[in-house]
């Protein structure tokens, strides 16, 4: 439908003008933010959040968020195990749809979703020289299903976030604009499988 052409445009657009922020971005908060931002516009959701794993803690703490109460972002985590949607993204690297977490069998919905009405969750992880820094997700308090082009749309942001991060920490060193043209290149030559609520069903 054209609706939905429109959408997926948006996401393209939405990509490309990332892209092309993240190389302005001056700090990791800022690219974490603006990446946050991006997330829910692209998939025309009130919630979003860019979680980061801490090692000593085992846990995957929400680094930047949109929609979240106040107090959110900064200080709530959620446990980096295979039991949670983020944590099973995180561990495996395979990305999660569930569509319907109300009546969700293999995950646990964390209190803090339940608590803003989640109906629905995308997660894709976020990787960074060659290891897992991540996971980015999108939530969405309304009916409806996310599909395999928003999960496309989410990793090749999750992947921009990926190189834009490696940039900042190597101090600043500019990456041609190009490179990022070519991940959205990828990005959207990448195949994705629906997977709902989990890759294989157990």
């Given amino acids: 439908t054209g609706s939905m052409l429109g959408y997926r445009l948006e996401q393209q657009a939405a990509l490309s003008n990332f892209g092309m922020e993240a190389l302005r971005s001056p700090s990791v908060s800022d690219l974490l933010d603006q990446a946050a931002k991006t997330a829910a516009q692209g998939m025309r959701a009130s919630l979003s959040k860019i979680l980061e794993y801490r090692k000593a803690e085992n846990d ?3 680094r930047a968020g949109v929609g979240w ?3 959110v972002v900064g200080k709530v985590a959620f446990g980096a195990d295979i039991e949670s949607p983020a944590g099973y993204a995180f561990q495996t690297g395979s990305p999660v749809i569930s569509n319907h977490l109300e009546g969700e069998e293999h995950f646990r919905t964390p209190a803090l979703m339940i608590e803003h ?3 629905r969750a ?5 990787t960074y020289a060659g290891g897992r820094w991540g ?3 999108v939530d969405s308090s309304s009916g409806g299903e996310f599909d395999a082009a928003d999960l496309a749309f989410l990793q090749g942001l999750a992947n921009f976030i990926g190189v834009a991060l490696a940039r900042q920490v190597a101090g600043g060193r ?13 990005g959207a030559m990448h195949r994705v499988k629906n997977r709902r609520g ?4 157990i």
């Fill in 60 to 62: 995957l703490l929400i």
């Fill in 69 to 71: 109460r106040n107090g």
């Fill in 117 to 119: 009405g989640v109906k």
């Fill in 122 to 126: 995308i997660n894709v992880l976020i």
């Fill in 135 to 137: 996971v980015l997700e």
């Fill in 174 to 186: 500019s990456f041609q604009a190009l490179e990022f043209r070519n991940l959205l290149v990828r």
């Fill in 198 to 201: 989990i890759p294989a069903r």
